[in-house]
T-cell receptor, first 117, second 114 residues
Framework: GAGVSQSPRYKVAKRGQDVALRCDPISGHVSLFWYQQALGQGPEFLTYFQNEAQLDKSGLPSDRFFAERPEGSVSTLKIQRTQQEDSAVYLC???????????????FGPGTRLTVL | GENVEQHPSTLSVQEGDSAVIKCTYSDSASNYFPWYKQELGKRPQLIIDIRSNVGEKKDQRIAVTLNKTAKHFSLHITETQPEDSAVYFCAAQDYGGSQGNLIFGKGTKLSVKP
């Protein structure tokens, strides 16, 4: 079946613009994660959803970052008033079960490469 | 919180040689340790994982070892091939805790020379 998909794959924004990044998880997956991967670094956790509930947003770097998953499937990561330091690859991952108590493999999307000029 | 250190940052080997990548973690509550391979411009893909109740796991040319006492785990690739060239990330997770997210190391760029 289809894996995790993300759109757009590439996004160039001028500093100060708002952007919205979309994630389509694997159908039926309960858990959804967003990670930020700076150039030459490992992915860093941003936020976690269990169905439509955002259970952890401790990794969001500022209040300019906002994520939602209103119907428990597709998720959107929004960045307001983008800054150059927001340039990175934004990865989405999903897993079919709960993230707590029982391990379920996280499947990653291809990422969205955001460049802020 | 958890912190994962990974070494080396780059590794170059000849085809057919072995490659070893090492990681340490700080939180003794972590109980799951996956390894991801990421080719340039592509998504991270799970290649092998180990849980804290196991000391070693092997899958064909890839093996992972875990030392819970010392809080370190390693990836071993034998008989390396050019297609093994990629960036490898280790990660740690406490899937029984309040967070299910993965904490990643900074990655190792492996180059296998033909």
């Amino acid at each position: 079946g289809a894996g995790v998909s993300q759109s757009p794959r590439y996004k160039v924004a001028k500093r100060g613009q708002d952007v919205a990044l979309r994630c389509d998880p694997i159908s039926g997956h309960v858990s959804l994660f967003w990670y930020q991967q700076a150039l030459g670094q490992g992915p860093e956790f941003l936020t976690y959803f269990q169905n439509e509930a955002q259970l952890d947003k401790s990794g969001l770097p500022s209040d300019r970052f906002f994520a939602e998953r209103p119907e428990g499937s597709v998720s959107t990561l929004k960045i307001q008033r983008t800054q150059q330091e927001d340039s990175a690859v934004y990865l989405c991952a999903s897993s079919w079960g709960l993230a707590i108590g029982v391990y379920n493999e996280q499947f990653f999307g291809p990422g969205t490469r955001l460049t802020v000029l | 919180g958890e912190n994962v250190e990974q070494h080396p940052s780059t590794l170059s080997v000849q085809e057919g040689d072995s490659a070893v990548i090492k990681c340490t973690y700080s939180d003794s509550a972590s109980n799951y340790f996956p390894w991801y391979k990421q080719e340039l411009g592509k998504r991270p893909q799970l290649i092998i994982d180990i849980r804290s109740n196991v000391g070693e796991k092997k899958d064909q040319r890839i093996a992972v070892t875990l030392n819970k006492t010392a809080k370190h785990f390693s990836l071993h690739i034998t008989e390396t091939q050019p297609e093994d060239s990629a960036v490898y990330f280790c990660a740690a997770q406490d899937y029984g805790g309040s967070q299910g997210n993965l904490i990643f190391g900074k990655g190792t760029k492996l180059s296998v020379k033909p």
